[in-house]
């Protein structure tokens, strides 16, 4: 394994993880498909549409029989029919007839525009007035005119939304190419951990807040997670519980155990895996310094503090971007989710140390404009913080400080709050 004590400032770690190599592709059907990231560039095989059809409810007319057309001195045109939505239009327009068309139907042959019903009076069972003109293609979508034939509509790292999935649909696409979405396993370690299930919780034991917190956190965000019991520390057993972990899962979360001490066994974890490789042990960040970054192999391992406030920020900033990368998002993309940065200004002066890069909690206050970001101070093992935290606020390693009334990005931990 690399040499020990990486120690890395909070660019150079997500430099890091967003170079990660997404996973291998698979086919899903359309339906679900919604926020998966494509493997393939996805080009249109057919037009859309793929008929040159009326978008509104009115009638299909030569636009020259209409020039010049006034409530005044209307032109009038013989009625000829009917075409009925979703029927194949065979009955060729003539000179100085309409046919009625509903908003969707087929264009018949001849026909370059559609006068709106609006401006149309029937003068008998045979015959239409029409009050106002219309100029060739007025009303009408042409076949291709939305989508062309051929056209590449997304490329490779796209997330597709819900209106990509339409447009998918439009074009007889059940199925596409994305990348496979990491699953992840997540686990506390420590001697003083126990379940949330115990009650009269003896002195010196702490609940297992870590496996709850993170694994709520991924899930929230899409993300397929599975939890294991708390491992105690026990170097057989966290390895044992790695080796089992990374059979069915692409990255392992192991909260605890990351900082420099006598019993803590994540870097020998990482020893006991041949060809692992450590890529980050220590961020130069506030809360969070003691996280440490490995790979086994094609697999990721996390190292988490044990602090649940420390615990959460690592997982927001690095962790996350780093599934997005496996996801296939890739350097060049944004791994966050939609609604998750707000701009806000600063109630207050916030102090920093240049050389570190400090992850501020706050709440946010949106009843004013601009929204106003409220610093939450305390200690990282304080765990009211966490419930109290809309988001937080990131001052650069180069900053010493930020003053109040100062312009701010809150990447926020959820967008529904």
């Known amino acids: 394994m690399s040499q020990f004590l990486k120690v890395k400032t909070a660019s150079e770690v997500l430099a890091i993880v967003k170079g990660i190599p997404p996973l291998a592709s698979e086919a899903v059907a359309l339906h679900a498909a919604v926020g998966r990231i494509l493997a393939a560039p996805i080009r249109a095989p057919e037009a859309v549409p793929h008929f040159d059809r009326a978008v509104m409810d009115g009638y299909a007319v030569h636009a020259r029989d209409t020039f010049g057309a006034s409530e005044t001195l209307p032109a009038l045109l013989e009625l000829s029919g009917e075409i009925r939505m979703g029927e194949l239009s065979t009955q060729p327009i003539q000179t100085g007839s309409a046919l009625a068309i509903p908003t969707g139907g087929m264009l018949p042959e001849g026909a370059d525009a559609v006068v709106m019903v609006e401006y149309t009076q029937p003068l008998d069972e045979q015959t239409i007035e029409v009050t106002r003109p219309v100029a060739p293609g007025d009303n009408v979508l042409r076949r291709g005119e939305d989508i062309e034939e051929g056209q590449e509509l997304f490329g490779v790292g796209s997330r597709l939304r819900a209106q990509d999935i339409g447009v998918l649909a439009a074009l007889g696409i059940a199925t596409v190419n ?100 450590l890529l980050v042990h220590g961020i130069a960040i506030r809360p969070g310094k003691p996280a440490i970054l490995g790979r086994i192999g094609q697999k990721l391992f996390w190292g988490l503090p044990g602090q649940p406030m420390s615990a959460l920020m690592i997982c927001q900033a690095f962790v996350m971007p780093s599934l997005a990368a496996l996801e296939g998002v890739g350097s060049s993309g944004d791994w966050r989710a939609s609604g998750t ?44 913080i966490l419930a109290r935290a809309d988001g937080y606020v990131v001052i650069p390693e180069h900053v010493e400080g930020l003053d109040s009334g100062t312009g701010v990005e809150v990447h926020l931990f959820s967008a529904r709050r």
Do not use: W
Not at 227 to 247: G, H, K, N, Q, W
């Open 178 to 277: 994305v990348f496979r979405k990491p699953g992840i396993a997540v686990f506390s370690t420590g001697d003083e951990v126990v379940p949330v299930e115990t009650r009269g919780l003896p002195p010196g034991k702490v609940r297992d807040i870590n496996t709850h917190t993170l694994s709520s956190h991924l899930r929230q965000n899409g993300l397929a997670v599975s939890t294991f019991p708390i491992v105690p520390d026990s170097l057989e057993a966290l390895t044992a519980t790695c080796r089992t972990a990374m059979e069915d899962h692409d990255v392992i979360l192991l909260s605890g155990g990351s900082s420099v001490g006598a019993r803590d066994f994540t870097l020998r974890i990482l020893d006991a895996f041949p060809g692992s490789e």
């Open 341 to 384: 940065a707000v701009s806000a200004v600063l109630s207050r002066q916030l102090p920093s140390v240049q050389g570190r890069t400090d992850y501020i909690p706050v709440i946010l206050s949106r009843d004013e404009t601009p929204h106003r970001a409220i610093p939450l101070f305390g200690k990282s093992a304080m765990i009211s």
